[in-house]
T-cell receptor
Framework: AQSVTQLDSHVSVSEGTPVLLRCNYS??????LFWYVQHPNKGLQLLLK??????LVKGINGFEAEFKKSETSFHLTKPSAHMSDAAEYFC????????????FGKGTRLHILP | DSGVTQTPKHLITATGQRVTLRCSPR?????VYWYQQSLDQGLQFLIQ???????AKGNILERFSAQQFPDLHSELNLSSLELGDSALYFC???????????FGPGTRLTVL
């Protein structure tokens, strides 16, 4: 069985400071991991994905995430927050195992302070 | 623009009624997913289809049903609607069963 935990429901950072959104997962098979972003009243947009290639994954809008198998983590980071980054972020786990389903985390709402 | 289209954008109806939401996946995508998003429940996976066949089921109520047609578009049918069914309903599509999903803009359903 798979699961995903987003450790913070809300994160607030000042504009220009680093962003860290934390995600831990569990999977009995080699997982695929994704981060999605949802701006208010919009659909979800894929930020980046990990599918067993490089452990450091670069995504759109300056975001990146590092797959750490030993820590079962896939934290999302950005060196410098921008006001437009204010949104909800979802961590997602899936695998090729037929018995596994795609699991979405509960989301982290990112607030950017001026 | 993700390439996934959903109609209608907004739907207002009364309790006890039945509605149909429609989704057209990205060109080439075989898998379609349906999600419900509300303030109290968050994002809930409802059901997944792959090339016309049901692939996985999530928290889908018995009053709800879906299907994927030969041209790969999908419909989500919601019947005996209740106030609590008011939510944003998203459709997503992907090339393979567990690859990244591309989301449509959603249908906002309001049940009065």
């Amino acid at each position: 069985a798979q699961s995903v935990t987003q450790l913070d429901s809300h994160v607030s950072v000042s504009e220009g400071t680093p962003v860290l959104l934390r995600c831990n997962y569990s999977s009995s098979y080699s997982p695929s991991l994704f981060w999605y972003v949802q701006h208010p009243n919009k659909g979800l947009q894929l930020l980046l994905k990990y599918t067993s290639a490089a452990t450091l994954v670069k995504g759109i809008n300056g975001f990146e995430a590092e797959f750490k198998k030993s820590e079962t983590s896939f934290h999302l980071t950005k060196p410098s927050a921008h006001m437009s980054d204010a949104a909800e972020y979802f961590c997602v786990v899936s695998s090729m195992n037929r018995d596994d389903k795609i699991i979405f985390g509960k989301g982290t709402r990112l607030h950017i302070l001026p | 623009d993700s390439g996934v289209t959903q109609t209608p954008k907004h739907l207002i109806t009364a309790t006890g009624q039945r509605v149909t939401l429609r989704c057209s996946p990205r060109s080439g995508d075989l898998s379609v997913y349906w999600y419900q998003q509300s303030l109290d429940q968050g994002l809930q996976f409802l059901i997944q289809y792959y090339n016309g066949e049901e692939r996985a089921k999530g928290n889908i109520l018995e009053r709800f049903s879906a299907q994927q047609f030969p041209d790969l578009h999908s419909e989500l049918n919601l019947s005996s609607l209740e106030l609590g069914d008011s939510a944003l309903y998203f459709c997503a599509s992907s090339v393979r069963i567990y690859s990244e999903q591309f989301f449509g803009p959603g249908t906002r359903l309001t049940v009065l």
